[in-house]
């Protein structure tokens, strides 16, 4: 959690391996995120954009979440894709176009995606930007679902509301150092 410009984006950068650290480790699922490839960094780690619309390329919402199931080799790749369409609320939009969607279903839609391909680790950048009240609570309800589910997921937010309610922890950045860290019980 932190303000514009306070280091959230380098972090989520560094986590995805995207930066490497100058010093220091950054370990992410046994792997150190300054040395491994981003590739396979991909395998442990799912990053859903603040746009999803930046992820969208395909002309169904079934095709957009097949695409990784397929790159991966996923084992019942159907069963994938009725699950995790499921457990966002997208069933009704599987032969859709993704574009066609409400924002708050594409950003379930970019969820989807990255639950699809399994990582060990969630990061989710500001996840209910621009949504209305109902679908930030859909996009949190899933949240909270894969946290019940023992899934660690790392979200960047500005709001401190956001965070208490969905999180066992929340650390806030200024000027790229962590100013605080409390561990709320489950």
């Not at 859903?48 to 097949?66: I, K, L, R, S, Y």
Request: glycine share 10%; proline share 4%.
């Amino acid at each position: 959690m932190g303000e514009n410009g306070s280091g959230k984006t380098t972090l989520i950068k560094h986590l995805i391996g995207l930066l490497r650290p100058t010093k220091g480790t950054v370990m992410v699922d046994g792997k150190d995120a300054g040395k491994a490839p981003v590739s396979d960094l991909a395998h442990s780690v799912g990053l859903v954009f603040q746009n999803p619309d930046h992820m969208f390329f395909a002309d169904t919402v079934a095709e957009e979440v097949m695409f990784g199931i397929r790159n991966l080799g996923i084992q019942d790749p159907e069963q994938v894709l009725e699950t995790v369409l499921d457990s966002t609320g997208l069933s009704h939009a599987k032969d859709l176009y993704p574009r066609w969607l409400s924002r708050g279903e594409r950003q379930r839609l970019a969820i989807a995606c990255v639950l699809a391909m399994r990582p060990r680790l969630i990061i989710l950048d500001e996840p209910t930007t621009g949504l209305d009240g109902r679908e930030a609570r859909e996009v949190m309800e899933i949240l909270r679902d894969l946290r019940q589910e023992g899934r660690t997921i790392v979200m960047v937010t500005h709001s401190r509301q956001i965070a208490e309610e969905c999180t066992d922890r929340i650390i806030t950045i200024d000027a790229g150092k962590i100013q605080s860290d409390i561990r709320r019980e489950g």
